[in-house]
């Protein structure tokens, strides 16, 4: 211990320090918790309508794609 700082009383936590610091970080939960509804609800409904349009378009790329593929491999 003697490798540490001199310290007073004034730098220990006492309970009540503890128990303000957790209503604040519980409050400060409860703030992030809303702001991440607010913000995921309609970022789902965007990813999840982009997903949908993306697959619409790569999986007839996709079958177009090798059905040239097989008919180059026979041609060939």
């Not at 490798?3 to 128990?19: C, I, N, S, Y």
């Not at 303000?20 to 809303?34: H, K, N, S």
């Not at 970022?43 to 794609?65: C, D, G, K, Q, Y």
Request: charged letters at 20%; a negative charge; aromatic letters at 4%.
């Amino acid at each position: 211990m003697a490798h540490l700082p001199p310290t007073g009383w004034a730098d220990v936590a006492r309970t009540h320090d503890l128990e303000v610091l957790r209503t604040d970080i519980g409050a400060i939960r409860q703030e992030m918790v809303t702001i991440e509804e607010r913000i995921g609800l309609p970022f789902e409904a965007r990813l999840h309508a982009e997903t949908n349009r993306l697959m619409l378009l790569l999986i007839p790329t996709i079958v177009s794609t090798l059905g040239l593929t097989f008919a180059a491999a026979r041609l060939a």
